[in-house]
């Protein structure tokens, strides 16, 4: 997994606070 | 059309002659204005764009714009987008939907729309509630939060649609809020200028049947992501 992987899970998994902005992206393989 | 000779669009060419008929104060007029003047910044041209979707108000959308539009089948928007976007690779291709349309009927197709990374940006407007059959509690609906199928408070945990995005390994993951349609508008353009599935969730008040508090309720809770966040590449 990816660090930025987990930093986003640990924004996602915040409920307390809403998250507004691009939260995960990774290189697309297209 | 070639991209040089094609005609400078502004907001309002892409707006269809039907009025929209949500209801007053609802989110979606926030986000819909900020759709139009994403489609303005990104100038998509009308004959290579199609907006698509299933049932609910949010799927009334494709009705208010000039581009190619489909309403379709309750949860099938993206099997159906994903057909447009194979069949004509050139056009850019929106998905749009609500959360019980999107994460009750249809979510068996996110997963698979994500990990086949399908180049098209599929947009949730997130109101916590089914709206269009008058108030029926959906997959987002808070925990405790009585609606006409809850009433003694809804006993389901409220579903995190950004955590299943992510762990479906989605390539582009976003989340915004329709009070703010400055910042609705830049998170489409990004998503658009994406190559490969995004998603975004937004954050959009059901006034009607979640009540005339959303907006400063969701207004309190939000925070915006700083330039600290690597959210990637």
């Not at chain 2, 714009?65 to 099997?79: C, I």
């Not at chain 2, 998905?95 to 999107?102: E, F, L, N, T, V």
């Not at chain 2, 987002?140 to 299943?164: A, C, E, H, I, S």
């Amino acid at each position: 997994m990816l660090g930025n992987e987990l930093e986003a899970f640990d924004i996602a998994n915040d409920e307390k606070e809403l998250a507004l902005g691009v939260i995960y992206k990774k290189p697309s393989h297209l | 059309m070639n991209q040089s000779t094609a005609p400078k669009m502004s907001a309002r060419d892409y707006k269809s002659d039907l009025k929209p008929i949500w209801c007053p104060g609802c989110g979606n007029f926030g986000f819909l204005n900020a759709f139009y003047k994403a489609f303005e910044a990104l100038q998509l041209q009308l004959e290579n764009t199609a907006v698509c979707s299933g049932i609910g108000c949010s799927s009334r959308l494709p009705g208010y714009m000039k581009t190619y539009a489909f309403n379709g089948v309750h949860g099938r928007v993206l099997p159906f987008a994903t057909g447009v976007k194979m069949s004509r690779p050139e056009t850019t291709v929106f998905a749009i939907g609500g959360d019980g349309d999107g994460f009750s009927i249809g979510a068996g197709h996110i997963g698979h729309a994500a990990r086949k990374n399908i180049n098209i940006t599929y947009i949730v407007l997130d109101n916590n509630i089914y709206g269009l059959t008058k108030g029926q509690a959906s997959p987002t609906t808070p925990l405790g939060v009585k609606t006409k199928t809850t009433f003694d408070g809804n006993m389901g945990m409220q579903f995190n649609p950004v955590r299943m995005l992510i762990a479906y390994k989605a390539s582009f993951v976003a989340r915004t809020f329709s009070g703010d349609p400055k910042h609705v508008q830049q998170i489409i353009i990004d998503a658009v200028n994406h190559n490969g599935f995004s998603f975004v969730e937004v954050l959009s008040p059901c006034v009607t049947f979640r009540g005339k508090d959303q907006f400063k309720l969701i207004r309190d809770k939000v925070r915006y992501l700083d330039g600290k966040h690597n959210a990637g590449k």
